[in-house]
């Protein structure tokens, strides 16, 4: 009955590696998005998509990818992956701006 | 540039007392905003979402108030309780697809 899950919930990984993080909302909204928690817990936009397209790329390295299949989902790829990356990934939801709902967020440690 | 600020950076308090956590952000011309609450190690989840054009909104012992004129808004927390503990991270939309600029969040701490 998960809102928002995202998988997977911890990952540990080498430098240079390639990881996804996925990511699917239950809860028919519109738009998706990913933000990034950095180690002094702040929170930033990554990117947002409505209705599959990419609405919002702020400035993160061409190294991430994102990419919505269908409205449920958006996943985010991650290519020589570096040590600076490591931080807790959450994905949110919602419906025409209207509240962010989140998921329980993706641990990734570079070593 | 919308930049979002929490006054204090964290908070202690004994159980049972009512406390304010403040939220001020720099462009009044917002969508909503929302209040979130964060367990260490673990997502988010939101408590209130105030609209624009509403003054306030309430959820059991949350209360949480908007000047939009002003450019803030409190989180008001009666009697509080040890499970309160967390941190608090108040948001804020500038349009309705544009996303949430947060601020970094007041720790709270409620003692026994």
């Known amino acids: 009955d998960t809102a928002v899950s995202q998988t997977p919930k911890y990952l540990v990984t080498q430098m240079g590696n390639d990881k996804s993080i996925k990511c699917e909302q239950n809860?028919?909204?519109?738009?998706m998005y990913w933000y990034k928690q950095d180690s002094k817990k702040f929170l930033k936009i990554m990117f947002s998509?409505?209705?599959?397209?990419?609405?919002i790329n702020e400035t993160v390295p061409n190294r991430f990818s994102p990419k919505s299949p269908d409205k449920a989902h958006l996943n985010l790829h991650i290519n020589s992956l570096e040590l600076g990356d490591s931080a807790v990934y959450f994905c949110a939801s919602s419906q025409n701006g209207q509240g962010l709902h989140f998921g329980a967020g993706t641990r990734l440690s570079v070593l | 540039k919308q930049e979002v600020t929490q006054i204090p950076a964290a908070l202690s308090v004994p159980e049972g007392e009512n406390l304010v956590l403040n939220c001020s952000f720099t462009d009044s011309a917002i969508y909503n905003l929302q209040w979130f609450r964060q367990d260490p190690g673990k997502g988010l989840t939101s408590l209130l979402l105030?609209?624009?054009?509403?003054r306030e909104q309430t959820s059991g012992r949350l209360n949480a108030s908007l000047d939009k004129s002003s450019g803030r808004s409190t989180l008001y927390i009666a009697a509080s309780q040890p499970g309160d503990s967390a941190t608090y991270l108040c948001a804020v939309t500038n349009s309705g697809y544009s996303t949430l600029t947060f601020g970094k969040g007041t720790m709270l701490l409620v003692s026994p």
């Open positions: 105030i609209q624009s054009s509403q």
């Open positions: 809860l028919g909204h519109d738009t």
């Open positions: 998509y409505n209705n599959k397209e990419l609405i």
